[in-house]
C-alpha cells in the first residue's frame, strides 16, 4: 500500500469553473477526512465519511461544495463555481477506527483560481 | 482563541542545537498528533500520544493531560528537520489543528 493518494497534485482554474479532487485512502480504511490548508495556517475541517456516510460537515463547506464517498473507498471533493478565495491547499487524510485512530494525511491537492 | 495553539510560529536554530515546540489545547482529548509537513504539503505523522511520553530516534513528545499541554523535543536537530510541525487534537471524531510551528536549522 502507498498510502494516501490524492490527484490532481496540481490544479489551476478560471474563476467559475468547477473542479473536483479525488482521493484514495489507505486500503481498509474507514474514515475519511477533507480539510483545506491556506498559507501560513494548520488544516481547516471540511468534512469526514465513515465508510460512504458522510457524518459531519464544516460550516467551511459552502454550497458550492460537495464531497462524495460512494463506495466506501475512494472520495471525491467537487468545488462549483470556484472563486479565487478558494485557492488553497486541499488535503485528505484517512484513518482505520479500530487502529486508534492514527490519522495518513496524503500529499494534498493544490490549487490556484485565477 | 484557537482550540489548539502552538509556540513558537517560528523558529530558527543552529545544527546540534536542542529544540522544544510547545502545544496548548483547550478541548477534549483522546489522543493528540505531532504532524511533520514539508515544503510542497506532505505530512508525516511523527506521533499520536493519548499519556506520558514517547521517542523515537531525535524525537521525543511528551503530554501531560491535566495541564493540557504537550511539547515535542528534537535533539541534536539538523538541517533536514526543516519543516513546519503541528499539534493536532483528537477529540471524538473531530480533529483540531494548531497553525504549526515553522522550524528552520542552519547549518
Known amino acids: 500500500d502507498t498510502g494516501v493518494s490524492q490527484d490532481p497534485r496540481h490544479k489551476i482554474t478560471k474563476r467559475g469553473q468547477n473542479v473536483t479532487f479525488r482521493c484514495d485512502p489507505i486500503?481498509?480504511?474507514?474514515?475519511l477526512y477533507w480539510y483545506r490548508q491556506t498559507l501560513g495556517q494548520g488544516p481547516e475541517f471540511l468534512t469526514y465519511f465513515q465508510n460512504e456516510a458522510q457524518l459531519e460537515k464544516s460550516r467551511l463547506l459552502s454550497d458550492r461544495f460537495s464531497a462524495e464517498r460512494p463506495k466506501g473507498s475512494f472520495s471525491t471533493l467537487e468545488i462549483q463555481r470556484t472563486e479565487q478565495g478558494d485557492s488553497a491547499m486541499y488535503l485528505c487524510a484517512s484513518s482505520l477506527v479500530t487502529s486508534g485512530n492514527t490519522i495518513y494525511f496524503g500529499e494534498g491537492s493544490w490549487l490556484t483560481v485565477v | 482563541k484557537n482550540e489548539v495553539e502552538q509556540s513558537p510560529q517560528n523558529l530558527t536554530a543552529q545544527e546540534g542545537e536542542f529544540i522544544t515546540i510547545n502545544c496548548s489545547y483547550s478541548v477534549g482529548i483522546s489522543a493528540l498528533h505531532w504532524l511533520q509537513q514539508h515544503p510542497g504539503g506532505g505530512i508525516v505523522s511523527l506521533f499520536m500520544?493519548?499519556?506520558g511520553k514517547k521517542k523515537h530516534g531525535r524525537l521525543i513528545a511528551t503530554i501531560n493531560i491535566q495541564e493540557k499541554h504537550s511539547s515535542l523535543h528534537i535533539t541534536a536537530s539538523h538541517p533536514r528537520d526543516s519543516a513546519v510541525y503541528i499539534c493536532?487534537?483528537?477529540?471524538?471524531?473531530?480533529?483540531?489543528f494548531g497553525t504549526g510551528t515553522s522550524l528552520t536549522v542552519i547549518p
Open positions: 486500503s481498509e480504511h474507514n474514515r
Open positions: 493536532a487534537v483528537r477529540d471524538g471524531n473531530q480533529f483540531y
Open positions: 500520544l493519548s499519556s
